[in-house]
């Protein structure tokens, strides 16, 4: 537990030193229970390939809502003024790489293709590897790798002593 209140802390951390940039974007319209029901589908679908389930789901702030997917593992959704989701997180302890590889890997997974449901399996690849996600490389330094598709920006951020966390913004 005092694993996941770090992942919490840390992402409101870098969320709170975000800008604050308003860039024009078509209209997002992705609720959280929307949003749930497609983490619910893709774990569904994993079945026994992770041992990610969602533990709990709730606001821990205006404006953003934790899905916990284990104690070390947490996407953490931001909404809008219209309570649509304009940025989602994923962060991994990175105890999770060592332990569990296959959950590791599947949490960006997870976000990618939760958050943009209309990426084939090859554009979910291709995502990955231009974000440097099967690059040993990427996972043991810090490093942070930017990729805009379909009008989303994906920001991987990778601090091996701390925590990995990948963004999609909106």
């Known amino acids: 537990m005092k694993k996941l209140f770090i992942l919490v802390l840390t992402c409101l951390f870098l969320t709170a030193c975000g800008g604050n940039e308003s860039v024009s974007k078509e ?8 949003y749930e029901k497609r983490v619910e589908q893709a774990l569904k679908e994993a079945g026994d390939k992770t041992n990610f389930e969602i533990l709990s789901s709730k606001e821990m702030e205006e404006n953003v809502h934790a899905i916990a997917l284990s104690d070390k593992a947490a996407i953490f959704l931001e909404t809008n003024e219209d309570g649509n989701i304009a940025k989602a997180t994923v ?8 332990t569990n590889n296959e959950d590791f890997n599947f949490a960006f997974e997870l976000l990618i293709g939760t958050a943009d449901d209309k990426l084939t399996l090859g554009d979910r690849t291709k995502l ?9 490389k990427t996972f043991s330094e810090k ?3 930017v990729k805009k598709h379909n009008d989303m920006t994906f920001t991987f951020k990778s601090n091996p002593s701390e925590i990995y966390i990948l963004d999609a913004e909106f």
């Open 143 to 145: 490093t942070v790798n």
């Open 27 to 34: 209209k997002n319209n992705l609720t959280i229970d929307e």
């Open 91 to 98: 962060s991994v302890d990175p105890s999770v790489q060592s």
């Open 128 to 136: 990955r590897q231009d974000l440097g996600l099967y690059d040993d």
